[in-house]
């Protein structure tokens, strides 16, 4: 089963891929978490602490090769393998989480090598692993344009109730689309009532896009961030956390 969570910056699609990700891991599932941010923030969420340093994989793990026909392609240096026992981080429920690169200072240029890289680890894993991979996507709809998701089971777009953000979940749909994604399902999040819920259907039926799950708004989220806790760590029986909880079990019905 590999997930790959998108959506508009500030939508919650780091909460939704974190939680996701220890509540699949709390059933017994061997997860590993993919964080393809270029402002990483998976790390806090899947229940390791802030003060845990969580380094980026190395930016130099292509190569270029030859191929018979006289043509080139990109390949790993290290194994999938490899690449998780070196450059992997141990969280909570046996979670094994891998920081694909950042942005650490101003002027340090493109990530063109880190979404490069990520977009071999993620087809390696699809073709040689068997375990639950959620990936957590850079904001916006860049990653699409790259091909980072291409080779995933099911696509998450994280919107919450208003235009820009919904708006940016029908671009989403269109461009994995074309990739072949043959799974696309929006997640509504942070919704406060039946006006906010209406909105998103409404859009969602217009433009003929998929709501899988509905995510309340819900302030235990912003209260274990200002503690520096994962929302499942902070309280597992939270109304946001327990959406999420259906949402884990529709995904195993449909995919596993």
């Given at each position: 089963?590999?997930?790959?969570?998108?959506?508009?910056?500030?939508?919650?699609?780091?909460?939704?891929?974190?939680?996701?990700?220890?509540?699949?891991?709390?059933?017994?599932?061997?997860?590993?978490?993919?964080?393809?941010?270029?402002?990483?923030?998976?790390?806090?969420?899947?229940?390791?602490?802030?003060?845990?340093?969580?380094?980026?994989?190395?930016?130099?793990?292509?190569?270029?090769?030859?191929?018979?026909?006289?043509?080139?392609?990109?390949?790993?240096?290290?194994?999938?393998?490899?690449?998780?026992?070196?450059?992997?981080?141990?969280?909570?429920?046996?979670?094994?989480?891998?920081?694909?690169?950042?942005?650490?200072?101003?002027?340090?240029?493109?990530?063109?090598?880190?979404?490069?890289?990520?977009?071999?680890?993620?087809?390696?894993?699809?073709?040689?692993?068997?375990?639950?991979?959620?990936?957590?996507?850079?904001?916006?709809?860049?990653?699409?344009?790259?091909?980072?998701?291409?080779?995933?089971?099911?696509?998450?777009?994280?919107?919450?109730?208003?235009?820009?953000?919904?708006?940016?979940?029908?671009?989403?749909?269109?461009?994995?689309?074309?990739l072949g994604i043959p799974e696309i399902k929006v997640v509504a999040n942070k919704v406060r009532d039946d006006q906010d819920r209406e909105a998103i259907e409404e859009f969602c039926e217009n433009n003929d896009l998929e709501i899988t799950s509905?995510?309340?708004?819900?302030?235990?989220?912003?209260?274990?961030?200002?503690?520096?806790?994962?929302?499942?760590?902070?309280?597992?029986?939270?109304?946001?956390?327990?959406?999420?909880?259906?949402?884990?079990?529709?995904?195993?019905?449909?995919?596993?």
């Amino acid at each position: 089963m590999k997930i790959a969570v998108s959506g508009k910056g500030g939508s919650g699609k780091t909460t939704i891929s974190g939680t996701l990700s220890r509540v699949l891991a709390a059933k017994d599932y061997d997860v590993l978490a993919i964080d393809d941010d270029e402002n990483p923030n998976l790390s806090l969420t899947v229940g390791i602490p802030r003060e845990k340093e969580v380094p980026p994989i190395p930016g130099d793990l292509l190569r270029r090769v030859e191929l018979p026909d006289g043509k080139t392609e990109l390949e790993l240096v290290e194994s999938v393998e490899e690449i998780i026992n070196n450059y992997g981080v141990g969280a909570p429920d046996g979670i094994q989480l891998l920081k694909m690169g950042e942005v650490d200072h101003a002027g340090s240029g493109c990530m063109c090598s880190a979404h490069s890289t990520a977009r071999e680890v993620l087809s390696n894993i699809v073709e040689k692993r068997d375990e639950v991979t959620i990936m957590d996507m850079v904001a916006g709809v860049e990653h699409l344009g790259r091909g980072t998701t291409k080779d995933v089971d099911v696509l998450l777009v994280v919107v919450e109730p208003y235009y820009k953000s919904l708006e940016t979940g029908r671009r989403t749909r269109d461009l994995a689309e074309e990739l072949g994604i043959p799974e696309i399902k929006v997640v509504a999040n942070k919704v406060r009532d039946d006006q906010d819920r209406e909105a998103i259907e409404e859009f969602c039926e217009n433009n003929d896009l998929e709501i899988t799950s509905i995510v309340p708004f819900d302030d235990s989220i912003r209260r274990a961030d200002q503690q520096g806790t994962a929302p499942y760590d902070h309280d597992k029986d939270a109304p946001a956390v327990a959406a999420v909880q259906e949402l884990a079990d529709d995904l195993v019905s449909e995919l596993a």
